[in-house]
């Protein structure tokens, strides 16, 4: 069965600043694999995903997402933060084969300062 | 185009009592998720359904948790009877194609659920 992890629990960046989420899968083949972000008391909406072809994928809200077989991430990017990005980031993972819907990471919750 | 819509956004009650949410999925999705989301154990899948057959519960948290999906646009979790300790987010989400596609789920704003 599929696997994610994100190590950051919680990350603070400036204003303006690039970001950088980091999220690690386990899969024996080749994942699904999504970002979501979940705005204060709201769902979650979907970022951006990559199931094949081109391993950089760009999103919504100039958010991109690169997926790195070698190192089993997805790394979720942006070149300069807005004090609306604060929220909580999801990965989530699902597989194309077997039978089991997409597994969720615990998430990472991002402040932004000015 | 209406996403998945819930209903009530916040419910409080006093334990012991019953407690209803409910899940209106995008029209032509086939899979319905409910989870649970707490500041403790963060997001958690509960039970899903595909055309209308829960599939998998094994992570209802006890008896006293119960989903349904009577037909294609409609669902209800229902806790009966509610503690304390289920007061937490309870989201539902639907998707398309098949479950091991690579078709992203949609969620609803979730339903606040208090009880005191």
């Known amino acids: 069965a599929q696997s994610v992890t994100q190590p950051d629990i919680h990350i603070t960046v400036s204003e303006g600043a690039s970001l950088e989420l980091r999220c690690n899968y386990s899969?024996?083949?080749?994942?699904?694999l999504f970002w979501y972000v979940q705005s204060p008391g709201q769902g979650l909406q979907l970022l951006l995903k990559?199931?094949?072809?081109?391993?950089l994928v760009q999103g919504i809200k100039g958010f991109e997402a690169e997926f790195k077989r070698s190192q089993s991430s997805f790394n979720l990017r942006k070149p300069s933060v807005h004090w609306s990005d604060a929220a909580e980031y999801f990965c989530a993972v699902g597989s194309y084969s077997g039978n089991t819907p997409l597994v969720f990471g615990k998430g990472t919750r991002l402040s932004v300062i000015a | 185009d209406a996403g998945v819509i819930q209903s009530p956004r916040h419910e409080v009650t006093e334990m012991g009592q019953e407690v209803t949410l409910r899940c209106k999925p995008i029209s032509g999705h086939d899979y319905l998720f409910w989870y649970r989301q707490t500041m403790m154990r963060g997001l958690e899948l509960l039970i899903y359904f595909n055309n209308n057959v829960p599939i998998d519960d094994s992570g209802m948290p006890e008896d006293r948790f119960s989903a349904k999906m009577p037909n294609a646009s409609f669902s209800t979790l229902k806790i009966q009877p509610s503690e304390p300790r289920d007061s937490a987010v309870y989201f539902c989400a639907s998707s398309g194609g098949q479950i091991n596609s690579n078709q992203p789920q949609h969620f609803g704003d979730g339903t606040r659920l208090s009880i005191l």
């Open positions: 899969y024996g083949a080749t994942p699904y």
């Open positions: 990559y199931f094949s072809g081109d391993t």
